[in-house]
């Protein structure tokens, strides 16, 4: 369980559940976890999600999305670390596999994709690489 990097954790988990071909992995819920969730879902990358509520912390339950058997998911990478923060201006925004791919940008506005961030002019911490 990592303590010092809650969004890399998070990430392991979704990459590890859908590398051994689970149909639903379980995370820690936090708001930024459930905004990241929320726009994976958006993008289609998961097939939908719930957040379970109880005394403690609360979990997220995501269902993976597999299409002829093979997970739509084909990789997820953490990009801006604790230790080294990553931080673009929005015209310097990376594309991710050719624009196949998402970044996931944490803005002043709110996490959002690269594409989104572009259009409303916004630059930030580029959070992951989802493709």
Known sequence: MSKTDPIADYLTRVRNAARAKHKKVDVPASSIKKELTRILTEQKFFDGYTVVEDNKQGIIRISLKYHDGKIVLSGIR???????RQYKAAEDLPRVQNGLGIAIISTSKGLMTNKQARKENVGG???CYVW
């Open 78 to 84: 953490r990009v801006s670390s604790p230790g080294l």
């Open 125 to 127: 911490e580029i959070v």
